[in-house]
T-cell receptor, first 114, second 113 residues
Framework: AQSVAQPEDQVKVAEGNPLTVKCTYS??????LFWYVQYPNRGLQFLLK??????LVKGSYGFEAEFNKSQTSFHLKKPSALVSDSALYFC????????????FGKGTRLSVIA | KAGVTQTPRYLIKTRGQQVTLSCSPI?????VSWYQQTPGQGLQFLFE???????NKGNFPGRFSGRQFSNSRSEMNVSTLELGDSALYLC????????????FGPGTRLTVT
């Protein structure tokens, strides 16, 4: 069965600094990888995905993520954090080998401090 | 385009009652998924439907059921409610099945007393 881990419950960064939110995954086939963001009292918003192709994926709001097959990672990054980026971030994975559901990590709370 | 809509947004029920939640996907989307979100367990997968067929089911008891209609709208039902069913229930739709990103609704906040 596929799984995804977000090793940090919380990440704090200063505004203007680069940010990284970590994600590692486990699947038997090729991974389909997604990042979502959740603002307070709202549903999740899609940020970006990796299905195939370039390992560096660019998404909404200046976010990007790098797929690393050897390290089974898909870390979310942004060169310069904004206070408005403060939210709960979820990594999700689906096993491209078969008919399995989308599995989410526990989430990482990002706090950007002014 | 209108986003995913869920009704009702808030619901208070008593233990033992049943509840039906509704989800209208983005126009043209054929796949609908349901998730339960709680502070302790995070996002737990409930069901996934595509073209009225249940494609995947999560590890929830049989009290949880769902269906999808020919217009892609979906409902989920929870019978014999328990206190532990209190959660935010999220519906998500996607254009097609599997490799497509999901777009989430605002959720239905269910409180069981």
């Amino acid at each position: 069965a596929q799984s995804v881990a977000q090793p940090e419950d919380q990440v704090k960064v200063a505004e203007g600094n680069p940010l990284t939110v970590k994600c590692t995954y486990s699947v038997s086939g090729n991974p389909y990888l997604f990042w979502y963001v959740q603002y307070p009292n709202r549903g999740l918003q899609f940020l970006l995905k990796y299905i195939t192709g370039d390992n560096l994926v660019k998404g909404s709001y200046g976010f990007e993520a790098e797929f690393n097959k050897s390290q089974t990672s898909f870390h979310l990054k942004k060169p310069s954090a904004l206070v408005s980026d403060s939210a709960l971030y979820f990594c999700a994975v689906r096993d491209g080998a078969g008919n399995t559901p989308l599995v989410f990590g526990k989430g990482t709370r990002l706090s950007v401090i002014a | 385009k209108a986003g995913v809509t869920q009704t009702p947004r808030y619901l208070i029920k008593t233990r033992g009652q049943q509840v039906t939640l509704s989800c209208s996907p983005i126009s043209g989307h054929r796949s609908v998924s349901w998730y339960q979100q709680t502070p302790g367990q995070g996002l737990q997968f409930l069901f996934e439907y595509f073209s009225e067929t249940q494609r995947n089911k999560g590890n929830f008891p049989g009290r949880f059921s769902g269906r999808q209609f020919s217009n892609s709208r979906s409902e989920m039902n929870v019978s014999t409610l328990e206190l532990g069913d209190s959660a935010l229930y999220l519906c998500a739709s996607s254009l097609d099945y599997y490799s497509y990103e999901q777009y989430f609704g605002p959720g239905t906040r269910l409180t069981v007393t």
